[in-house]
């Protein structure tokens, strides 16, 4: 018997069903409706980007980028680097004339594929790929020649060899260059993304600032567990444009935290920090660095590496023995250059103007190279070690960097998957509306009035259920009563005959008669009252 394999999402992804999924439709509600108020508008990037966008703007020393972003190639021309990587990093085929068929088969292999994937247009017909494609075969002919002749006659060997070893080397030349499909990666987060849009699209010329929101999954291979998955999604927001006023920074905080008050996200608490510019940051950098060099002995080996890759990342470190050292490190804010330290105080006050609580956290700096001056964070409760719920942070230069114009920028990332964990924590979810009607019908005659009336109380908005099966009406209020409906409709032939509907409340299985007109004022009364 052949062995049925059970499918299974993938490790760090998971199925969002009903009815959480109604909670996660509320909580993107939720910050549409908030974003909006704020005059931000929807931006939907690709989940796909070139992998260099993300290495340039998040940083090629980070963790996301150095180890986290699921990569491909476009096209499916896998195979093809696979071998090229086979033909180049394997210094066993020189020397060795006995390869020479395995190397044929390979060459045979790459020279059909792509030759098949510059017909489909996969690939571009290069001069290069179109040289490629016609002289690597006869090569691979001449290397299985020089295996037979090596094998048969081993007095000329050396000579053999070397024309062996040249024929290698020229079809390594020939495959060098060749551009096999772009790179590209899962987006690991969204600013770099709606950065390029804002490039490619030239929205330096709109008016005014440009606010961006931007919601979907994001993918990063980390380890799962509690609030950490692979697949994750985000509610991103970005602000683009000329200016860096510290207004903006508090606006968007602001935003924040009354889409966090909305939707009921408990013990919220928000951290803020100044990491500075490129004109003070990099002293700092330094002077952490001779500092951290000095208790180096004393540090994990994360830490350690870190000294020399991205000193600044030490300062988010989590291992316990590190702690006491780490509280002894200088500071950032006291080595902020004037305009930066200008900016913070000014964001404080302007904080402050709002009525926003805040704790000013030395420590906070992200992982990501972008961040410059303003760098935020908010925590949440019950969510064990995962407690950051939104990540954000200035990134002036960063447009500049992808190759636009001078741009400001600021921008925050709530992480959708843990808010709503401790949302559903703290029992502040909101209790839903299931299905408002079921319709119990039963007799062939009252099947047409069933589907007539389940549509016209669908066109009033009313959620209805109607069974596509007979059934005896004891059945049918039993199911009624399991799916969670707040009515049932009951029609059965009597009811067709004298044109009223009996409408019973399952919850206290009052029952009323009502002619349509009745029924639809009296449902949509009560789904108006409900739902306000
Ligand atoms: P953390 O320190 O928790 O790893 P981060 O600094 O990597 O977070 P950001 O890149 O700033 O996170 O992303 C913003 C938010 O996205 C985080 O605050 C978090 O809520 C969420 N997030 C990040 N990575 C994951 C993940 N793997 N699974 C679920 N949520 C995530
Ligand atoms: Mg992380």
Redesign the pocket.
Known sequence: MAETKQFRAIKGTRDILPPDSAVWDWFERTAREVFESYNFGEIRTPIFEETRLFARSVGQETD?VSKEMYRFELHGSSLLSAIRVELFEREAWFHNPQAGSTLDWLIRVFAGELRDMMQRGDLARTPESVEAAEKLEPLGQALIRDQKEFEAKKDHADLLEDRFNANVQSVRHLIRHLDLGEQVALRP?ATASVCRAYIENGMHTRPGNVKLYNIGP?F?R?RPQK????Q?Y?VDVEVLGQSDAPGIDAEVIEMLMEFFRRVGLKKTKLHVNSIGDKNCRPAYVELLREKLRQVKDRLGADSQRRIETNPLRVL?SKVPEEQEIIATLPRISEHLCDACREHFSQLKRELALRGIQYEENWRLV???DYYTRTTF?VTAEGLGS?N?????GRYDGLVELLGGPPTKGIGF???T???ILSIQEAGSAPKLPGSGVYVAWMGQAAYPAAIGIARKLREAGVSVELPAEEMKFKKSLGLADKLGARYALILGEDEVASKTYTLKRLADAEQMKLREAELLEYLESERRGTRA
């Open positions: 996301i987060e994001m990063r980390e609030g950490r998955y692979r994750f985000q988010d992200r992982g990501l964070e995962q950051a719920v939104c990540g954000g990332a709530i992480g998957d843990r808010a």
